[in-house]
C-alpha cells in the first residue's frame, strides 16, 4: 500500500501497475462472487441491490455507467488509468481520499459479464491493497424492465492499519456502497451524466469530529455537574448531529436533496461560528455569531413545513416533517441564549437546555422514528412517531406552565408522555437492531430505554419526589446518554442501513 499527497502522475502510476500486474491475489477463493450464496469462511460479505431505472436505455447508461468507472463516487475515490479497459486481467490502481492523502490500491479484474439482461465484472485484491477479497459490480435488468445495480463483496484487513481501524474500514466500506449506489443512480437518471450530490466526503466527517472532540476540551467546564456542561452537547449538535440527521433525511427522502443543497457549503462555517459563540461572552458579538445558525434552522423548518403541506398525513412523513419544523425552536432558543434574552422569565440554563431539547429530542429523535417507519413499518412504529410528534411540544408546554406558575402537573404530564413515548422509541430501535443485525441500533435503543426510565423518575418528582435526580445530575446523565451516546449511536445505525434500496 502507498500513500501521497497528490495522485500519481503518469510514470508513477505506470511504475505502480507494472510492479502490480506480476503480483498473485491476496486472497484463495478467486472468482467465488459468481454465486451469491457462497461464503467464503473468515471474511466479511456484504451485498447490496438498487433500483437505478427501467427500460432499454436505462439499463445501456447503466452498463455505460460500469464501463466509465461512475461507480467510483468521485467525491472520494478515483480509478487509474481515468479511462481503464474493463478487461479480464487488466490490472488498476483504486485510490481512496481519507485524511487529506491519497491512499492507492491495487486490484485485478477477475472475470467480466455480458449477456443480455446482465453486465459487470469482479476485481480481486493484489499485495499493495489495504484489504483482501473479491468485489462484484453488476447491473441488471429484471423481467418488468426495471433496472437493477448490484454490488456483493467479501473482505477483510489485511494491512496493520486496517485491522487496527476495523470499525473506521467497516463505515468506509458502507459509505462506499451507498455511495456507489447514489452515483450510478444519478447518471442513468440525468441525461447530462452525474448532477451534483450532497455527499459528505470522509475527510469532511473526520474534519467535523476532530472540531468537535477540540471544542469539547476548550469548553469543558470542569465537572459535569457545571452550569455551561449543556454546551458540550450543543457543539454536537452544531458540529455533528444535525449535519447527519439531514443528510439521511435526504437520503431516504431523495425529494428533500434539492431543498438541502443550498445548505450543505454553509452548515459547517455556521456551525462553527455558533460554536465561538458558546466561548464567546453572552452578548451581542455571541448573537452575531449564533446568527446563521439560526437562520439555517428556520430555513430547514421551512422546508418541513412545505414537506408537511406536500405529503399527505401519514405517521412517518408527519414525524420527518415535524422534525424539520422543530429546528427552528432550536436555533431561535441557542440564538436567544447567547444575546442573553429572556423568554418567560426562563433563565440562561432552561433556554439552553430548550435549544438542547429542540435539537435532540426535536430533530434528531423525530427525524430518525421516522426513519424507524420505512425500515420497521407496523402499528407499534406509527404509533409511536405520532406520540414523539405530540411529546416534543407538549414537553416544553408543560414546563413553560410550570414556569409560569400554572401548577407542576402539567409538566408532570407532560415529561411522562415525552418519557413514555421515547421509552418506547428505544425498544423499536433494539428490535429494528436485532431484526436487521445492527448492533449500533441495539445498543442505541438499550441507552435511551435507561436515560428514559431516568427521564420518567424526574417527571413524576411532585407526585414521588424520591425517584427523581436532580437537574444538575439530569443534565450530567441523561442529557450525556442522549445527546452524546445513544442519537450518536441511532445515526450509525441507521446510516448502517442504507437508504431507498432493496437488500439482498
Known amino acids: 500500500m502507498k500513500i501521497s499527497i497528490y495522485l500519481p502522475d503518469a510514470a508513477a502510476l505506470q511504475h505502480f501497475l507494472t510492479k502490480e500486474k506480476v503480483r498473485p491475489f491476496t486472497y484463495s477463493a478467486v472468482g467465488h462472487t459468481r454465486d ?197 452537547p450543543l457543539v454536537a449538535a452544531f458540529l455533528a448531529v444535525t449535519p447527519a440527521v439531514l443528510l439521511l433525511a435526504a437520503r431516504h427522502y431523495p425529494g428533500l436533496r434539492p431543498a438541502f443543497r443550498p445548505l450543505w457549503p454553509v452548515l459547517l462555517p455556521a456551525g462553527l461560528l455558533a460554536t465561538l459563540a458558546l466561548a464567546w461572552p453572552v452578548g451581542w458579538v455571541a448573537s452575531l455569531l449564533t446568527l446563521p445558525w439560526m437562520a439555517i434552522c428556520v430555513g430547514v423548518a421551512g422546508i418541513g413545513l412545505r414537506f408537511l403541506w406536500q405529503n399527505r398525513l401519514e405517521a412517518g412523513h408527519t414525524a420527518l416533517g415535524a422534525g424539520l419544523l422543530f429546528l427552528a425552536v432550536g436555533g431561535i432558543s441557542a440564538f436567544a441564549e447567547r444575546a442573553g434574552l429572556s423568554i418567560f422569565g426562563f433563565g440562561a440554563d432552561l433556554i439552553r437546555l430548550t435549544a438542547l431539547h429542540f435539537h435532540f429530542a426535536g430533530l434528531a429523535f423525530t427525524v430518525l422514528i421516522a426513519l424507524n417507519t420505512r425500515v420497521f413499518p407496523g402499528r407499534w412504529s406509527r404509533l409511536t412517531a ?70 420518567l423518575g424526574y417527571g413524576l418528582r411532585v407526585l414521588w419526589p424520591e425517584l427523581a435526580l436532580s437537574l444538575d445530575w439530569m443534565r450530567a446523565l441523561h442529557g450525556s446518554l442522549n445527546g452524546l451516546v445513544a442519537v450518536p449511536l441511532a445515526l450509525l445505525g441507521f446510516w448502517w442501513l442504507g437508504a431507498d434500496q432493496h437488500r439482498v
Open 36 to 232: 451469491a450464496a457462497i461464503r467464503v469462511p473468515g471474511f466479511d460479505h456484504d451485498a447490496q441491490r438498487v433500483a437505478v431505472g427501467r427500460g432499454d436505455a436505462d439499463f445501456e447508461r447503466a452498463k455505460l455507467a460500469l464501463r466509465s468507472w461512475v461507480h467510483f463516487p468521485a467525491s472520494w475515490t478515483r480509478i487509474l488509468p481515468a479511462a481503464a479497459p474493463v478487461g479480464e486481467g487488466n490490472t488498476i490502481a483504486m485510490l481512496f481520499r481519507m485524511f487529506g492523502l491519497w491512499w492507492h490500491n491495487s486490484c485485478r479484474i477477475v472475470y467480466v459479464i455480458d449477456e443480455p439482461d446482465r453486465y459487470g465484472f469482479a476485481y480481486g485484491t493484489l499485495p499493495a491493497h489495504i484489504e483482501r477479497g473479491e468485489e462484484i459490480f453488476l447491473v441488471t435488468q429484471s423481467p418488468d424492465g426495471t433496472v437493477w445495480y448490484e454490488l456483493r463483496a467479501f473482505s477483510r484487513p489485511r494491512a496493520l492499519l486496517a485491522r487496527l481501524g476495523y470499525p473506521v474500514v467497516r463505515l468506509l466500506q458502507e459509505k462506499f456502497r451507498q455511495d456507489s449506489a447514489a452515483s450510478v443512480r444519478a447518471f442513468v437518471q440525468s441525461p447530462l451524466g452525474r448532477p451534483a450530490e450532497p455527499f459528505f466526503t470522509p475527510d469532511g466527517w473526520i474534519l467535523r469530529l476532530l472540531l468537535t472532540i477540540l471544542s469539547f476540551v476548550l469548553l469543558w467546564p470542569g465537572s459535569v455537574m457545571g452550569h455551561d456542561y449543556g454546551n458540550l
Open 386 to 455: 405520532w406520540a414523539i410528534v405530540l411529546g416534543v411540544p407538549v414537553t416544553a408546554i408543560g414546563i413553560t406552565a410550570t414556569q409560569l406558575q400554572w401548577g407542576p402537573f402539567t409538566e408532570t404530564f407532560a415529561a411522562a408522555w415525552m418519557a413514555l413515548s421515547a421509552l418506547s422509541g428505544g425498544l423499536i430501535w433494539t428490535a429494528t437492531g436485532a431484526r436487521r443485525h445492527n448492533g449500533w441500533l441495539v445498543a442505541a435503543g438499550l441507552i435511551l430505554a435507561a436515560s428514559m426510565v431516568l427521564a
